[in-house]
């Protein structure tokens, strides 16, 4: 679409009108004597005043925080931080004085807003086929990353965070809630029974909550009080933003509502937002997990009793009920289903699923599920797009020296190989033939090595472990995590330290319990099956390794030499 200052008013109140529509839609619709959840318990301290900075912790933000430059900055990032000793007092004194009063900075509070098409193949000329990404001055960054890290603090102190979200959360991740969701399916799949796992769809959530409503969440579930609350009173108030496109902008125009898209903030405000939904979801005993926004639930369905589908279906139409009292969409048309399990018996719930059209494969958090749960449409996805790059590498690769090669091998092929590749664990070594395939192209085009010649000498001297021990590798990084409390609650929950009834020569060494399971397919497949047994069968002296990084180190030789003995 060409840039102009009118265009970038259109986007301006284009934007603004969906968010007012969406708002004004609900509001009509809310209902004063819903059922409410059960008010969650208080905490037992409160947060009433930050510490202030000082200058260590200084430099630390702002050497976390990333480098990149808004519209609003001065001078560029990269220079201001390559500058920051000469004016660190004069920082210091600002985001200080910001949290000692309570009031964010007024000139932190403009957003420059730039459309982004939300996929290459749409319609550039439609305006809700654009996303608005929001840029915020580097010095709200510094004042927002210093609040983030003290409330980080609380939050994990107090156990306020919802156990089943995963978004932006230290430890946490798209990889650590899928494995929890597939180790559930893959065990109901396991016991014979059927899974219907539900993806709900939210129609411009974070734009659309509601500050007050978002506030007395802080006061009265979170335990903010005193200067706390007032800083974030006045973070989330008077908030403006405009549209920037090229050269050109639209004028400015006031945010009511909704939390600041692009902020550091924002995301963990949105999760304390949702907080109440987790208990909505409890009381009809419906497994969930949430990441941010996309929120996913599942239940466990035998064939001869298909009373949990009801329940699901009353779940959901409560969470629908709960979202418009909260200010949020819940958009049932683009809210999938995805049943789990044999065909014959899936055949006999579509019936039961009122207002909803089954697919057979769902995109979950860039994973595709299919109703197998063998992940074979995922896998010719990762191989389909991964040679699309390697192509467009190979036709550069004359002009690149090998360590440029390397590293756009890692950008595009290996991000792609390796992304959620936990989920593979225990699948036939077919299953798994043309991903190894996509390494081995990889790895001729970066040497190029004919392809007559064998590759395992390729790869053994390029020190990449195949997709195989990859898989291995990120399964046992994930357990050593969480048999030492670095992972995540749930995954720690599902791992069970081995304890022999009388003393043996086993006890102490450092082993897990691994369950029985009915089938190789899917049971052996599972993470609390298919973690154990690679953990025991490592060596006592790996899994006793004393940090991560040496953990890993160790990890890596002892695969490779398994790899390639």
């Avoid at 996309?294 to 298909?306: E, H, K, M, R």
């Avoid at 990889?442 to 790869?459: D, K, Q, S, W, Y």
């Avoid at 002296?541 to 890596?556: G, W, Y």
Wanted: glycine content about 4%.
């Amino acid at each position: 679409m060409p840039s102009s200052n009118a265009a970038c008013e259109d986007f301006a109140d284009h934007f603004m009108g969906k968010i007012n529509a969406i708002r004004s839609n609900i509001s009509s619709m809310q209902n004063t004597d819903l059922n409410r959840p059960p008010a969650l318990s208080l905490p037992e301290e409160t947060l009433g005043s930050f510490v202030l900075v000082d200058a260590e912790m200084l430099g630390r933000v702002v050497s976390q925080v990333n480098t990149t430059t808004c519209l609003l900055d001065p001078i560029p990032t990269s220079l201001f931080k390559t500058f920051y000793g000469f004016f660190e007092s004069e920082l210091l004194n600002i985001v200080n004085c910001s949290l000692q009063t309570g009031v964010f900075p007024s000139a932190c509070k403009t957003a420059v807003v730039r459309p982004l098409l939300k996929k290459s193949q749409l319609d550039p000329k439609n305006l809700d086929n654009y996303r608005p990404v929001s840029n915020l001055p580097f010095l709200s960054k510094i004042i927002e990353k210093s609040v983030a890290t003290q409330l980080h603090e609380f939050l994990n102190a107090q156990k306020i965070l919802e156990k089943y979200q995963s978004g932006f959360r230290k430890s946490h991740s798209t990889e650590t809630a899928l494995l929890k969701i597939v180790n559930d399916l893959r065990l109901n799949y396991d016991s014979q029974k059927l899974s219907v796992l539900v993806l709900l769809d939210l129609s411009a959530a974070f734009d659309t909550v509601d500050h007050q409503i978002l506030l007395d969440r802080l006061s009265s579930l979170v335990g903010l009080s005193g200067n706390v609350l007032k800083w974030f009173y006045s973070y989330l108030t008077d908030r403006h933003f405009y549209v920037s496109m090229d050269m050109c902008s639209s004028g400015i125009h006031e945010i009511s509502c909704g939390v600041p898209q692009g902020s550091i903030l924002g995301p963990i405000l949105f999760n304390l937002y949702m907080l109440p939904l987790g208990e909505v979801i409890r009381r009809h005993g419906v497994d969930f997990h949430s990441y941010a926004d996309d929120t996913q639930l599942y239940i466990a369905v035998s064939p001869d009793d298909l009373e949990p589908v009801n329940t699901l279906l009353n779940c959901i139409l409560d969470i629908k009920l709960w979202m418009a009292e909260n200010f949020l969409k819940l958009n049932q048309d683009k809210t999938e289903v995805l049943i789990i399990g044999s065909e014959d018996k899936r055949e006999m719930i579509l019936p039961h699923l009122h207002n909803f059209k089954p697919s057979q494969c769902v995109r979950n958090l860039g994973v595709l599920f299919d109703s197998e749960l063998n992940f074979i449409p995922h896998i010719k996805n990762v191989v389909k797009t991964g040679f699309y790059h390697l192509k467009n590498i190979a036709r550069v690769r004359p002009f690149l020296s090998l360590a440029s090669t390397e590293v756009l091998m890692h950008a595009f092929i290996f991000n792609r190989l390796d992304y959620c590749n936990a989920l593979l664990s225990g699948l036939p070594k077919k299953s798994l033939s043309n991903l190894q395939l996509l390494q081995n192209s990889a790895a001729r085009v970066l040497t190029r090595t004919r392809g007559r010649e064998h590759i395992t000498p390729v790869l053994k001297s390029l020190h990449w472990l195949p997709v195989r021990f990859r898989i291995d590798f990120k399964i046992l990084l994930m357990v050593y995590k969480c048999f030492y409390g670095l992972g995540p609650s749930y995954l720690n929950d599902i791992l069970l330290k081995y304890e022999p009834s009388r003393t043996l020569r086993s006890s102490g060494t450092g082993l897990l319990v691994v369950p029985k399971v009915r089938t190789k397919t899917y049971g052996e497949a599972s993470f609390c099956h298919h973690g154990p047994r690679l953990w025991n069968g490592l060596p006592e002296s790996l899994r006793a390794a004393e940090t991560v990084e040496v953990f890993k180190k160790r990890l890596k030789t002892h695969l490779f030499n398994l790899a390639f003995s």
